[in-house]
């Protein structure tokens, strides 16, 4: 480990979203966008009297943020010739309820009929004085997630705008940065992955190839990071020139997050497969919601087993050494390598989606493509058992001579790791798609595209992480609010509409519908471990009930 004294006058931009959100809520701004200090607001009280409308919202919006709930308007009244408003009512977000929806998929039921509230009466043509009051709220408030409201969003937005630019930092910092060696005492370069594997050791010339201004926007990023969150970790690969080979970092978020969601994690290598500028390499997590959470970055300078086993490494050193059970890539012979050696007890497997949509590049020359492709999603999507994979696959195989293909023997070859009937029994928490019509979206889509610079993704990385951090907020608190429909009479359906959040509700409460619709079971069969019942289970088709026979193998 080196400790290398670094020219220290990181440069800070102006105060982004995310960077922000943490103070906006210790300042409140007037009108004139005068910054006054914070206090405890009172409790709206029968006759207070303000001198406008604004003045009476503004006042129990303030209270409502640091109670935590939403406000608005729930009725108006106003004098018909003049159109002037004379009394208004200010409602809890929560209060009321919505009107039923004729829609096929309706928004669930976020309201809660909440009572509390405040009236306002215009008085003396002059000032607004509030008449009625009710404080109690028939839900839970919590000023944990009060900048998710609507009627709090414009004061955020003006306090921001308000805030002065910070203080330059011209103090000097040491920075410390790694090398790989310091990774693990017990590790001896990697030299024998490549001669195991019979895989040339990689060009240790290579590096990031960074452009004028990308390394100082990456060391400046790093350097605040590190200053304003002790628990921001980052490791830097330095060959003997001292150039930059590899990079890592992760935030205390993403170190956090693993601790809830370290199941299964996917390492996204798109922007590698596709020669993208930025040799970006994901750690994708999902969470309580269904959502992707990011449990590290890092950029590698060179597509090989050396540099994918320090980056590994580089991840696992972050996560104190806990590594995941099940771990998903890409189909590529030096992730394959690499994790064996840095994760030998995960279940390593390859993401379908990325494998079927190579089709069309690796066999659309051939001829009777489009024959091919049926015959090889029949194979993928429909096999419920093993020997029905193994037969379609064969039939396809000879029936098109397709036996010297070299990349359907390579699929053909690492099957257990990518088609479903062998991953019946791998957790993935729907983190990959398993079904012929769904698709895959990244951590990153709509931040980076193919001719992306390091220093245009790290301006825009914290924008990112605000947006999902934000949309994990919200779903946080719809499924806080939400009345969960059940379907059925199973009391294991109430209960586990009380134990998961509404996205991974819905998901279980599909299975617990098939479950239900299942009248009669009988044991047909006992083959060794293997029990095979029939059941019965009523299916619509085309709008009448029927019965349908299915054989289910137990093991």
């Given at each position: 480990?080196?400790e290398?004294?670094?020219?220290?006058?990181?440069?800070?931009?102006?105060?982004?979203?995310?960077?922000?959100?943490?103070?906006?809520?210790?300042?409140?701004?007037?009108?004139?966008?005068?910054?006054?200090?914070?206090?405890?607001?009172?409790?709206?009280t029968?006759?207070?009297?303000?001198?406008?409308?604004?003045e009476?919202?503004?006042?129990?919006?303030?209270?409502?943020?640091?109670?935590?709930?939403?406000?608005r308007?729930?009725?108006?009244?106003?004098?018909?010739?003049?159109?002037?408003?004379?009394?208004?009512?200010?409602?809890?977000?929560?209060?009321?309820?919505?009107?039923?929806?004729?829609?096929?998929?309706?928004?669930?039921?976020?309201?809660?009929?909440?009572?509390?509230?405040v009236?306002?009466?215009?008085?003396?043509?002059?000032?607004?004085?509030?008449?009625?009051?009710?404080?109690?709220?028939?839900?839970?408030?919590?000023?944990?997630?009060?900048?998710?409201?609507?009627?709090?969003?414009?004061?955020?937005?003006?306090?921001?705008?308000?805030?002065?630019?910070?203080?330059?930092?011209?103090?000097?910092?040491?920075?410390?940065?790694?090398r790989?060696?310091?990774?693990?005492?017990?590790?001896?370069?990697?030299?024998?992955?490549?001669?195991?594997?019979?895989?040339?050791?990689?060009?240790?010339?290579?590096?990031?190839?960074?452009?004028?201004?990308?390394?100082?926007?990456?060391?400046?990023?790093?350097?605040?990071?590190?200053?304003t969150?002790?628990?921001?970790?980052?490791?830097?690969?330095?060959?003997?020139?001292?150039?930059?080979?590899?990079?890592?970092?992760?935030d205390?978020?993403?170190?956090?997050?693993?601790?809830?969601?370290?199941?299964?994690?996917?390492?996204?290598?798109?922007?590698l497969?596709?020669?993208?500028?930025?040799?970006?390499?994901?750690?994708?997590?999902?969470?309580?919601?269904?959502?992707?959470?990011?449990?590290?970055?890092?950029?590698?300078?060179?597509?090989?087993?050396?540099?994918?086993?320090?980056?590994?490494?580089?991840w696992?050193?972050?996560?104190l050494?806990?590594?995941?059970?099940?771990?998903?890539?890409?189909?590529?012979?030096?992730?394959?390598?690499?994790?064996?050696?840095?994760?030998?007890?995960?279940?390593?497997?390859?993401?379908?989606?990325?494998?079927?949509?190579?089709?069309?590049?690796?066999?659309?020359?051939?001829?009777?493509?489009?024959?091919?492709?049926r015959?090889?999603?029949?194979?993928?999507?429909?096999?419920?058992?093993?020997?029905?994979f193994?037969?379609?696959?064969?039939?396809?195989?000879?029936?098109h001579?397709?036996?010297?293909?070299?990349?359907?023997?390579?699929?053909?070859?690492?099957?257990?790791?990518?088609?479903?009937?062998?991953?019946?029994?791998?957790?993935?928490?729907?983190?990959?798609?398993?079904?012929?019509?769904?698709?895959?979206?990244a951590?990153?889509?709509?931040?980076?595209?193919?001719?992306?610079?390091?220093?245009?993704?790290v301006?825009?990385?914290?924008?990112?992480?605000?947006?999902?951090?934000?949309?994990?907020?919200?779903?946080?608190?719809?499924?806080?609010?939400?009345?969960?429909?059940?379907?059925?009479?199973?009391?294991?359906?109430?209960?586990?509409?009380?134990l998961?959040?509404?996205?991974?509700?819905?998901?279980?409460?599909?299975?617990?519908?098939?479950?239900?619709?299942?009248?009669?079971?009988?044991?047909?069969?006992?083959?060794?471990?293997?029990?095979?019942?029939?059941?019965?289970?009523?299916?619509?088709i085309e709008g009448?009930?029927?019965?349908?026979?299915?054989e289910?193998?137990?093991?």
């Amino acid at each position: 480990m080196e400790e290398v004294c670094l020219n220290s006058e990181p440069v800070f931009d102006e105060v982004n979203e995310y960077e922000g959100e943490e103070d906006c809520s210790a300042v409140e701004h007037d009108e004139s966008g005068a910054k006054h200090s914070k206090k405890e607001p009172s409790q709206p009280t029968i006759g207070l009297e303000f001198d406008s409308f604004d003045e009476a919202y503004d006042f129990y919006n303030i209270y409502a943020k640091e109670q935590g709930f939403g406000i608005r308007v729930s009725n108006s009244w106003f004098r018909s010739k003049r159109k002037e408003r004379y009394r208004a009512k200010l409602s809890c977000s929560s209060a009321g309820f919505k009107k039923k929806s004729e829609a096929n998929n309706p928004r669930p039921e976020t309201r809660t009929g909440c009572p509390a509230m405040v009236v306002i009466r215009l008085v003396d043509s002059k000032r607004w004085r509030i008449v009625e009051v009710e404080l109690e709220h028939n839900h839970q408030v919590s000023p944990q997630i009060k900048r998710f409201y609507k009627s709090h969003k414009k004061m955020i937005l003006a306090a921001r705008k308000a805030r002065p630019p910070p203080e330059p930092i011209t103090e000097l910092h040491t920075i410390k940065l790694y090398r790989a060696a310091a990774m693990d005492a017990g590790f001896n370069g990697y030299s024998n992955v490549s001669e195991r594997e019979g895989i040339n050791p990689a060009d240790r010339s290579k590096h990031l190839e960074l452009k004028e201004g990308d390394a100082y926007a990456v060391y400046n990023y790093f350097c605040r990071m590190k200053l304003t969150n002790s628990n921001f970790f980052y490791l830097m690969d330095l060959d003997q020139d001292g150039r930059l080979k590899n990079v890592f970092w992760a935030d205390a978020r993403s170190r956090a997050a693993y601790g809830y969601f370290c199941d299964t994690i996917a390492i996204d290598t798109t922007c590698l497969a596709n020669k993208y500028e930025i040799p970006l390499i994901s750690f994708i997590g999902v969470n309580h919601h269904g959502q992707l959470v990011l449990l590290g970055c890092g950029f590698l300078g060179h597509e090989s087993v050396e540099y994918f086993v320090w980056i590994f490494r580089a991840w696992l050193k972050c996560m104190l050494g806990r590594s995941p059970q099940v771990i998903v890539t890409d189909q590529c012979k030096a992730l394959k390598i690499a994790v064996s050696e840095v994760f030998p007890k995960a279940r390593h497997c390859f993401c379908l989606w990325y494998i079927m949509q190579r089709v069309p590049e690796k066999l659309g020359g051939l001829k009777g493509f489009e024959a091919i492709k049926r015959q090889l999603n029949k194979a993928v999507y429909n096999s419920l058992k093993i020997v029905e994979f193994e037969t379609y696959w064969a039939e396809m195989i000879k029936q098109h001579g397709l036996g010297e293909n070299k990349w359907l023997q390579t699929l053909y070859e690492d099957r257990k790791q990518w088609v479903p009937v062998y991953l019946k029994d791998t957790f993935f928490a729907g983190m990959i798609p398993i079904q012929e019509n769904e698709s895959l979206n990244a951590f990153f889509d709509g931040y980076i595209h193919k001719h992306t610079s390091f220093k245009e993704f790290v301006d825009k990385y914290d924008l990112a992480l605000y947006r999902k951090h934000l949309k994990e907020a919200t779903a946080d608190m719809q499924s806080r609010n939400s009345c969960h429909e059940l379907k059925t009479r199973c009391n294991f359906e109430v209960q586990l509409s009380k134990l998961y959040s509404k996205e991974i509700f819905i998901k279980f409460q599909t299975e617990v519908e098939g479950m239900y619709s299942c009248f009669n079971t009988r044991q047909v069969s006992v083959n060794g471990s293997i029990i095979t019942y029939i059941v019965k289970e009523r299916v619509e088709i085309e709008g009448n009930e029927k019965e349908a026979c299915i054989e289910c193998p137990q093991l």
